[in-house]
């Protein structure tokens, strides 16, 4: 699917919530690692995620609007197949598998609009940067996944989480010798800058300038509005580009949540009111929906306060 093509570039979409806490801590699934490609083993697991995608399915239909349907592979890249347990091969083969679980349910759900994403998670942890890669490396590393996910027959690709820039260059360049759309989704701690302590439209006009303005749109994802909106800038080239929101339920700081036995679904209201009056002043942002410890409750918030 060529970037232009992306529907989302034009109009509301919905994606999901925060799929891995939302398994984890409200069904009471145990996910390895936090790999939510682990459920792809079993066909309970199966069963689990295709009821997972449905609700958010039946939402967007009930709303009138279109779906961003985010594979379960945010952990499945080739670093994490040994301590998952499995080959290379085998964790390839969950990729694939992740992307035929949506196909199935696109086309079982003919009438909304839906667009599959092959997720990319950072090699390391989507909190802490730890050993940033040079953008050639990074490439190298996550062109393994893309290659497995493009195969597989996805529209696009997300870089969700993404801690560094030449990470995020990295995946963009892989994407790009794909010539598949990508979005890149930066994580931002409570002041608004990457872990790394970037300021995040420095990251933003940095990946563009490396990349070719390759990316389709970014998103901010793993925090809460109160972590980034006083860092958006009116009127600014770099907020322009942003075409997304995926944010956390919780105000707490990614130390904080790090340490947490239960789960903290903040206020869902609150929430939604906030990204009201985020696309209020940032009418681009199109692409809405949660991370972590957000559900469908908070995703549905969210589409009642802000859906035309």
């Given amino acids: ?26 069904k009471g699934i145990d ?13 309970e697991g199966v069963d689990v995620l295709e009821a997972y995608y449905r609700d958010f399915l039946d939402l967007a239909r009930a709303k009138g609007t279109g779906l961003i349907l985010e594979s379960a592979t945010w952990r499945a890249s080739p670093d994490w197949a040994g301590p998952l347990g499995f080959s290379l091969d085998e964790l390839d083969g969950l990729n694939g598998a992740a992307i035929e679980l949506l196909r199935g349910l696109r086309a079982e759900y003919a009438d909304v609009p ?30 393994h996944q893309a290659g ?32 598949l759309p990508v979005a890149i989704s930066f994580t931002v701690e409570t002041d608004g800058a990457l872990p790394t302590g970037d300021a995040l439209g420095d990251a933003i006009a940095a990946v563009d300038a490396a990349t070719g303005t390759y990316p389709a749109y970014y998103m901010i994802n793993c925090a809460h509005p109160t972590h980034f909106d006083a860092v958006l800038e009116d009127g600014a080239a770099w907020t322009a580009r942003i075409g997304g929101v995926r944010a956390n339920a ?19 209201e609150d929430l939604a009111a906030r990204h009201r009056a985020l696309i209020d002043r940032f ?26």
């Avoid at 919780?250 to 790090?258: F, K, T, V």
């Fill in 283 to 308: 009418p681009q942002i199109r692409v809405l929906g949660g991370c972590c410890g957000t559900d469908l409750r908070h995703v549905t918030a969210i589409a009642e306060a802000c859906l035309p």
């Fill in 31 to 43: 996910l390895p690692l936090f790999s939510s490609a682990t459920l792809l083993t079993s066909d």
């Fill in 114 to 143: 839906v667009v599959i994403s092959g997720c990319i998670g950072p090699r390391g942890d989507g909190y802490d940067p730890g050993k940033i890669m040079l953008a050639d490396e990074a490439q190298s590393y996550h062109a």
């Fill in 250 to 268: 919780s105000c707490l700081s990614h130390a904080e949540l790090d340490v947490m036995t239960e789960l903290d679904i903040g206020d869902p």
């Fill in 1 to 26: 699917m060529a970037i232009s093509s992306l529907p989302q570039l034009d109009r509301f979409f919905l994606t999901d919530a925060g799929l891995e806490t939302d398994i984890l801590f409200n």
């Fill in 148 to 179: 497995v996910l493009a195969a597989a027959g996805v529209d696009m690709l997300a870089a969700i989480t993404m801690t560094n820039l030449p990470e995020a260059v990295g995946v963009t360049n892989a994407a790009k010798a794909l010539g």
